[in-house]
């Protein structure tokens, strides 16, 4: 397929432009481009075909099965765009006054109202932009803590070797130590080697729960207990939500702050990356360090206000990704309460259903109950034909199913993670159950074969570390228009 810059012919064309409805200024010459720009000229049935084909190149959730779930995308409900897409909401300026965006501000309102419920949290902040930058921020929160009692030797963040890698990543960016403590053979976390991690120094300590091999960790009061007798606080990283709403909360499992990925729960496409949204909730010890601005009610109007003495002020520009959070509040308040409890059901049920029927075919190391999403290893598969998780990979795309997530956790061998959340019909996961037998079947009989997959893409297999290495990421215009 060639590019659209290779398409275009400078004799042709389709533009069309409004009247001018401002003064024409004349700019001034240091403002001008020294070349001409490179603007494709094409016929508008061209330039619709050309896109119409890019589409149908594209696999996304909207396509078939992608079990790469909450934790990257699922399916998300088209009202919630309608709402985002909104002229009250989409023509505003974050730099408005206050009194002119008030339904704005009341949308920030409600939801940290909303997500204070839903987790157990005392308060919000809506302000970080990403799950990473809410890690950080919450981080920030603990650090605050420690230092506005004057506990400054509590320097060490603990985390379980199944924790997500961006965990010891922000606790190192906040200032740090990080102290890895190892999973038991059942894939929760080692209480004794935690007991022996904890100490004077301790300032606190992330988990997600379930945690990424998909299990609620059975001994998670009493970990947050050993935590806290330490001195410490409980870090709850959100990624996995999907798999509580309406059935358990971090605050309750005694978590002391934590982040949401509005932008995987709580339904706003992310894939291609972002728009992202990683609201922090606190308990009301952390609250007075919460950044500022606060959206605060005054009378029968909203205010934004800078007074609080302790905040560790802004972590963003404004205040979030305000999209995001439109798309958050319209889908909580569509689902409701009974809603969110089914979602979060229904995908644990069709987790564990997918899981039981692939573990006679699959080794599945932690064999569950599993909660929203579950861990095959394929390395006995890989001793065995040589067929690696990779290769596996690669010959799903010719079913037309997108492969899970690889490679992760760390800490099984040959890993796929499938997470195929609460939208999917049984007849799908039955279609896809198939599909990864007869795969397996295929590996065992013919290994080069699925070594040598995809052979009905567009494209088969690249040179990974070339494309990583020396990306083109410029087209190269000499003598391209004709």
Avoid: W
């Avoid at 699925?450 to 070339?466: A, C, F, L, Q, Y």
């Amino acid at each position: 397929m060639k590019l659209i810059f290779e398409k275009t012919k400078i004799d042709r064309g389709s533009m069309l432009l409004p009247p001018l409805d401002v003064p024409e200024t004349e700019l001034k010459a240091c403002y001008k481009r020294e070349k001409e720009l490179h603007l494709e000229a094409m016929p508008e049935t061209d330039i619709s075909r050309h896109y119409t084909e890019l589409a149908e190149r594209v696999y996304g959730v909207n396509n078939g099965f992608y079990p790469l779930g909450s934790c990257t995308m699922k399916y998300n409900p088209k009202v919630n765009d309608e709402m985002a897409a909104l002229p009250g909401f989409t023509d505003i300026h974050p730099l408005q006054p206050a009194a002119t965006v008030q339904g704005a501000l009341k949308v920030i309102s409600e939801t940290e109202k909303l997500l204070s419920e839903i987790t157990g949290m005392d308060d919000y902040s809506l302000q970080p932009a990403a799950g990473a930058h809410g890690e950080f921020t919450g981080l920030k929160l603990i650090r605050a803590y420690h230092e506005k009692r004057g506990d400054v030797k509590r320097t060490k963040i603990i985390v379980p070797d199944s924790a997500h890698g961006t965990n010891p990543a922000s606790a190192a960016m906040a200032g740090f130590e990080v102290v890895n403590i190892p999973s038991t053979d059942k894939g929760f976390v080692d209480v004794e080697a935690l007991k022996k991690a904890v100490g004077e120094d301790t300032a606190g300590f992330m988990l997600t729960n379930p945690n990424t091999l998909g299990l609620f960790d059975e001994n998670i009061l009493e970990i947050t207990k050993i935590v806290h007798d330490a001195g410490g606080l409980n870090y709850y990283d959100g990624a996995n939500l999907n798999a509580i709403m309406g059935i358990a909360r971090p605050g309750d499992m005694g978590f002391d702050v934590m982040h949401l990925n509005l932008h995987k729960t709580f339904s706003t496409p992310h894939g291609g990356g972002g728009p992202g949204s990683g609201p922090v909730g606190c308990k009301k010890i952390l609250t007075r360090f919460l950044p500022v601005p606060r959206v605060k009610r005054n009378g029968d109007s909203y205010v934004l206000s800078e007074d609080r003495e302790d905040s560790i002020g802004r972590v963003r520009g404004f205040n979030g990704n305000f999209l995001v959070l439109v798309r958050a509040l319209t889908y909580i308040l569509t689902l409701g309460a009974d809603g969110l409890k089914a979602a979060s059901q229904n995908a644990v049920l069709n987790a564990n259903y997918l899981m039981e029927n692939l573990k006679d075919t699959y080794l599945t190391p932690f064999s569950g109950p599993c909660m929203h999403e579950f861990v095959i290893s394929l390395e006995e598969l890989k001793k065995e034909t040589g067929v690696s998780a990779l290769d596996m990979a690669k010959a799903l795309l010719d079913y037309g199913v997108h492969p899970p997530t690889m490679y992760f956790p760390l800490i099984v061998h040959e890993a796929f993670m499938l997470e195929p959340t609460e939208t999917e019909s049984r007849e799908n996961l039955d279609k896809v159950i198939s599909i990864y037998k007869e795969l397996y079947k295929r590996a065992k009989d013919d290994p080069e074969d699925i070594k040598n997959s995809p052979k009905k893409t567009v494209i088969g297999r690249p040179d990974e570390v070339m494309a990583a290495r020396t990306p083109v990421i410029r087209y190269d215009f000499t003598g391209s228009i004709n």
